[in-house]
């Protein structure tokens, strides 16, 4: 007799994404310790999925006190001027040489919402006499749609600074 929840597809086992799950967890830990966006928010979410993409693709195994020794790596992932885009493409494209599942599924939702869902946020390379002041929230402020994975990459960048 199989156990409830399995197809019989899987050997009688059921898939159960735990890695990506994993990642996920920590990705969400890093960012609600740091506490630069509400967990409600799309912003908050962006961070997420590109830090667990982070976390899912780097390699090496991740739990316990080595979710600490492998901070540096994935800080300097997710440092400004890295080619983290082009790095996460061409990790996703391993992986599914190497084979899909459950985990890697995951992950490329992860990546296509990343890419394809733009947020209104602040445009930081508009000049404006006497600067943007980042507490003011005007009509006035210039506005730019920018991709999820452009915000969200720098916001868990920080929050990994912060942990």
């Not at 799309?42 to 993409?53: I, S, V």
């Not at 995951?106 to 990546?111: G, I, K, M, P, V």
């Not at 999820?148 to 990459?153: D, F, P, Q, T």
Request: hydrophobic share 45%; no cysteine.
């Amino acid at each position: 007799m199989r156990p409830e929840g399995t197809n019989g597809t899987s050997g009688g086992e059921l898939l159960v994404p735990m890695a990506w799950m994993y990642a996920e967890y920590i990705a969400d830990e890093l960012l609600r310790t740091g506490d630069l966006m509400p967990p409600t928010t799309l912003e908050f979410r962006a961070g997420r999925n590109a830090l667990a993409l982070t976390i899912f693709l780097s390699d090496g195994a991740v739990g316990g006190a080595r979710v600490v020794a492998r901070l540096d790596e994935w800080s300097s992932l997710t440092a400004a001027g890295r080619p983290w885009h082009s790095w996460v493409r061409e990790r996703l494209r391993e992986r599914e040489a190497a084979g899909s599942g459950p985990d890697l599924a995951l992950a490329r939702d992860a990546w296509r919402w990343l890419e394809e869902t733009e947020l209104l946020a602040a445009d930081l390379d508009a000049v404006v006499p006497g600067g943007l002041d980042p507490r003011a929230e005007t009509e006035d402020e210039p506005r730019v749609w920018t991709p999820a994975w452009e915000l969200g990459l720098p916001l868990g960048h920080l929050s990994i600074h912060l942990f």
